[in-house]
Structures are given as C-alpha cells and as structure tokens.
T-cell receptor, first 114, second 107 residues
Framework: KAGVTQTPRYLIKTRGQQVTLSCSPI?????VSWYQQTPGQGLQFLFE???????NKGNFPGRFSGRQFSNSRSEMNVSTLELGDSALYLC?????????????FGPGTRLTVL | AQRVTQPEKLLSVFKGAPVELKCNYS??????LFWYVQYSRQRLQLLLR??SRESIKGFTADLNKGETSFHLKKPFAQEEDSAMYYC?????????FGQGTRLTINP
C-alpha cells in the first residue's frame, strides 16, 4: 500500500499571503488529521476530518482551515500568513476514528514564511 | 485538558545499557497512550500502544495510572535505537503529543 503523501514538500511564502497544503491518505483510510510541528511547541493538533466532516479542532485561529473530499483527500489552508506559521505541517491518516487506531504520518510540508 | 510531559529533551546512553524514556500524562478520563518514533530521515511512526501490551524492537511500556506515567524501557540499547521518541495520549477525540526526547546511543 502506498503511504500518506503530502504536497508540496516545501513552500516559501511571504507574510499576508495564503497557502494550501494537500494530503492524500492511505487507500481506505477515512480519517485525516493535521498537525503543526515547531521546535518550540512540538507537535500540535490542528484538526481532524472524517467522511468529509471536521470532527475535532485544535486551539488554532480561524486563519487555519481545512476540508476533506469524497475520496478522503484533504487540504488545509492558512490565510494571512504570519512569521509564526513557519513550521512542518504533518498529515496523518487512520482507518477509523476509534480509540487505539494507529495514525500513519506523511512526510510533511515544510512551510517557511518570510 | 489533556497534557503529556516528557521531561528529558535529550538522552544519551551507551550501547548495551538500559534505556528509560519518561512520559507523564494528565487526563481526567480513561487514557489511551502511545509511543511514536521518528528515525533519521524517516516518517513519524507508531512504536507501541499500551492497549496492546506488546514488545516492539525490545521496547516495552507499562501504563501506571497511579503515577500517571507511561515510561518506555529497553534493557539493552542498540545503536539503531537512536531516534526522536514521542509519547502521545488519545483523549477527547484527538492525539496529544509530548515534546519528544531525542535518544542517542553511543557505541
């Protein structure tokens, strides 16, 4: 099975711009979660989608949004970029949303905001 | 709110020595705990989960509800164990990670 893929792998943007990141989960996985990883804050949960519905959201401003399509692919969008948004954005997919389900991570998208 | 604490950012041990990576959690409900590992230039991946009570690559972890801990242990470290280790808690429908511990095994 192909693993979780994320595109693009690297992005450089300037403050005020917006960005869209894409995630393709493992075939058959219906749950997609997004995380932000920074040296200072570590791995922080952004949101989770299941069957095209956002089921849970972390403590991030409304500039961070996402969606999931009928084929389970997901996108996240960050508007009005700030310097502090520079981070590695990880996507993870799992078969179900239930407790104990292993999450499979993608390689991440490295976003740099100048 | 749930919280996971890994008190050591860096841990260095010699090959063949025992390893213990500490993890403490705070959660009012019944937690589900995991250890994820990231080897150099690889993706973050699941190492083990408390519900399985299994040993993976010689690592074990026991959930201690009294001490709210889920420490990761291995009796004899190997060089290939060098990696970044994250303790994570599933609670309130999301996975919360600790800050991670970078483990270095010296030859």
């Amino acid at each position: 099975k192909a693993g979780v893929t994320q595109t693009p792998r690297y992005l450089i943007k300037t403050r005020g711009q917006q960005v869209t990141l894409s995630c393709s989960p493992i075939s058959g996985h219906r749950s997609v979660s997004w995380y932000q990883q920074t040296p200072g804050q570590g791995l922080q949960f952004l949101f989770e989608y299941f069957s095209e519905t956002q089921r849970n959201k972390g403590n991030f401003p409304g500039r961070f949004s996402g969606r999931q399509f009928s084929n389970s692919r997901s996108e996240m969008n960050v508007s009005t970029l700030e310097l502090g948004d520079s981070a590695l954005y990880l996507c993870a997919s799992s078969l179900l949303r239930e407790r104990g389900n292993e999450q499979f991570f993608g390689p991440g998208t490295r976003l740099t905001v100048l | 709110a749930q919280r996971v604490t890994q008190p050591e950012k860096l841990l260095s041990v010699f090959k063949g020595a025992p390893v213990e990576l500490k993890c403490n959690y705070s959660y009012s409900g019944s937690p589900e705990l995991f250890w994820y590992v990231q080897y150099s230039r690889q993706r973050l991946q699941l190492l083990l989960r408390h519900i399985s009570r299994e040993s993976i690559k010689g690592f074990t972890a026991d959930l201690n509800k009294g001490e709210t801990s889920f420490h990761l242990k291995k009796p004899f470290a190997q060089e290939e164990d060098s990696a970044m280790y994250y303790c994570a808690l599933w609670g309130a429908q999301k996975l919360v990670f600790g800050q991670g511990t970078r483990l270095t095994i010296n030859p």
